[in-house]
C-alpha cells in the first residue's frame, strides 16, 4: 500500500511540475486506491480551451492568465496488472497518452480506448494511430454497434480498421466487459444528438468503489434513468457540465442541448452534501464561468459539495 501510495505521489509530483499553478493536484483517497485509480486527463468541451475564433483566450493563456484545458478525458490505471486504459480519444490523445505512460510506463502504448459517440472530441484522436502517425498494431477500440460501423465505413477511419491499426472490440448497451479481476466496465444508452453513434455513458466498477461518466448528454428528463439515483449508486459521477446556465452562449443554445449546472444542481437541491460530492463535473465549453476556480457560482457550489474536475487528479477505485 505504501509503495503505490508513493507511486500516486510520484506521479502527482510530475505531473504536477508540467503544470501550472491552477491545475494544483490533489488526490482522492490515495491509501484506498488499491493500485486501481482514475486519472483526468481533460476537461473540455470537444472544441478545447481556448477556442476556435476566439483570439482573447489565446492572448490569455499565451500571457499565463489562463491555462489551456484539454479535452475530455480518463484514465483508468490497474498498477497490479500494468495496465492502462484510456476513455475517449480526444484531439488531444497524443498527450493524454504521454500522461498515462507517467503512471505506467509499460511497453504497450495503451491496453485499450473505450469510445462514447462520434462527436470530434470523443472519437477523432484515433487519428494518431494511423500511418501517418503512430501507425500503431491492433489498439483494442472498445465501440457500440452504430459507433463501429461508422468507423469501419468511413475515411480516413476506415483505413485504420483495414491496416488493423486498431482492433475494434464489439460493446452492447448494459452489458460488462471484464477487463481484470479487479475491473469492469459497462456502457449504458444516453440520449443526445446521435447523427453519426450511438452516445454511451461508462460504469467504471474497481475492487472498492464504482464510477459513473456521463461527458455528454442532452437534458437529464430525456433519460429513463434518474441521474439522483444513478449518482446515489456510485462513488463518484464525472458527468456533462458543458454549460452552467442558459444565454451562455451568442447562438440557440436547443441546437446543442446539455443539461446546465444550474439544472443539475436543481434535481440535487434536497440532497445531503455527502450526495452532492459525488457530482464531478467535466466536459466545460470554453464560455463556461465555472471553468474560472474563483468565480463566486463556483465557489458557492463547492461549499455544498459539488466538484469540479481538475486535469491530473486521481480518483482511486
Ligand atoms: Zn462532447
Ligand atoms: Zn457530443
Known amino acids: 500500500m505504501n509503495l503505490r501510495f508513493s507511486i500516486i505521489a510520484v506521479s502527482l509530483f510530475i505531473f504536477g511540475c508540467s503544470q501550472s499553478s491552477k491545475t494544483s493536484q490533489k488526490t482522492v483517497d490515495p491509501q484506498e486506491t488499491d493500485g486501481v485509480y482514475i ?5 473540455a468541451q ?4 481556448p477556442h476556435i475564433n476566439n483570439s482573447k483566450e489565446f492572448e490569455a493563456v499565451s500571457q499565463g492568465k489562463l491555462i ?26 497524443p498527450e493524454q497518452l504521454y500522461f498515462l ?3 505506467i510506463a509499460s511497453n504497450t502504448i495503451v491496453d485499450g480506448v473505450f469510445l462514447t459517440h462520434a462527436h470530434i472530441g470523443h472519437y477523432t484522436g484515433l487519428m494518431h494511430f494511423g500511418r501517418e502517425a503512430m501507425g500503431s498494431k491492433a489498439i483494442p477500440v472498445y465501440a457500440m454497434p452504430r459507433m463501429k460501423t461508422f468507423l ?12 488493423e491499426n486498431i482492433n475494434i472490440r464489439p460493446m452492447q448497451a448494459d452489458s460488462i466487459i471484464t477487463l481484470s479481476r479487479k475491473l469492469k466496465i459497462t456502457p449504458f444508452l444516453v440520449p443526445h444528438r446521435d447523427e453519426f453513434s450511438e452516445t454511451v455513458g461508462y460504469r467504471i466498477e474497481g475492487p472498492e468503489k464504482i464510477a459513473l461518466l456521463i461527458p455528454d448528454i442532452d437534458k437529464w428528463f430525456k433519460w429513463e434513468r ?7 449508486n456510485v462513488d463518484y459521477a464525472f458527468i456533462d457540465a458543458t454549460f452552467f ?13 446539455h443539461p446546465f449546472i444550474d439544472e443539475t444542481t436543481a434535481l440535487f437541491k434536497n440532497e445531503t452534501s455527502a450526495v452532492k460530492s459525488k457530482v464531478i463535473f467535466i466536459h466545460f465549453n470554453h464560455s463556461n464561468p465555472a471553468l474560472n476556480e ?5 465557489l458557492a457550489l463547492e461549499k455544498e459539495g459539488y466538484r469540479f474536475a481538475r486535469q491530473g487528479e486521481m480518483y482511486g477505485l
Open 152 to 163: 469501419e465505413t468511413n475515411g480516413p477511419w476506415s483505413q485504420l480498421v483495414d491496416l
Open 226 to 232: 434518474s441521474i439522483v439515483a444513478e449518482v446515489k
Open 39 to 43: 486519472k483526468v486527463l481533460g476537461i
Open 68 to 93: 489551456q484545458e484539454r479535452v475530455v478525458s480518463l484514465g483508468l490505471i490497474d498498477t497490479d496488472a500494468q495496465k492502462k486504459y484510456l476513455f475517449e480519444a480526444t484531439p488531444d490523445l
Open 101 to 103: 505512460h507517467q503512471e
Open 294 to 298: 474563483q468565480h463566486p457560482k463556483r
Open 46 to 49: 470537444d472544441g478545447g480551451m
Open 245 to 257: 446556465s442558459e444565454g451562455e452562449i451568442p447562438r440557440p443554445m436547443s441546437e446543442v442541448p
